[in-house]
Nanobody
Framework: QVQLDESGGGLVQAGGSLRLSCAASGRTFSSYAMGWFRQAPGKEREFVAATTWRGGRTYAADVADSVKGRFSISRDNTQTATLQMNSLKPEDTAVYYC??????????????WGQGTQVTVSS
């Protein structure tokens, strides 16, 4: 069993920045992926960004086209993933969910979800 502890989020004006963190605990993994999805009201949950960990180092990091150039993802050796969100837009408003699993590029590749944290961007 894996527990995901999310932090960050909140209210920010357009053009501002926020940082989300997600700490995974319960087990130690040598190969896995962590990332973020988001879901806006009335819309489906969509992929935002993910990083894959293999053999003790970051193997790959991907971000969705809709946030490329504004969002970035990183992780440290304590199984914590951080999503840095810059130049936020009102359309980035959503509940952001931390995800953990083998690939975490689609919802089918997620084994565990965080509880979700609200990000609201005002215009």
């Amino acid at each position: 069993q894996v527990q995901l502890d999310e932090s960050g989020g909140g209210l920010v004006q357009a053009g501002g920045s926020l940082r989300l963190s997600c700490a995974a605990s319960g087990r130690t993994f040598s190969s896995y992926a962590m990332g973020w999805f988001r879901q806006a009201p009335g819309k489906e949950r969509e992929f935002v960004a993910a990083t894959t960990w293999r053999g003790g180092r970051t193997y790959a990091a991907d971000v969705a086209d809709s946030v490329k150039g504004r969002f970035s993802i990183s992780r440290d050796n304590t199984q914590t993933a951080t999503l840095q969100m810059n130049s936020l837009k009102p359309e980035d408003t959503a509940v952001y969910y931390c995800a953990f699993g083998p690939l975490v590029r689609t919802s089918n590749e997620v084994d565990y979800w965080g509880q979700g944290t609200q990000v609201t961007v005002s215009s």
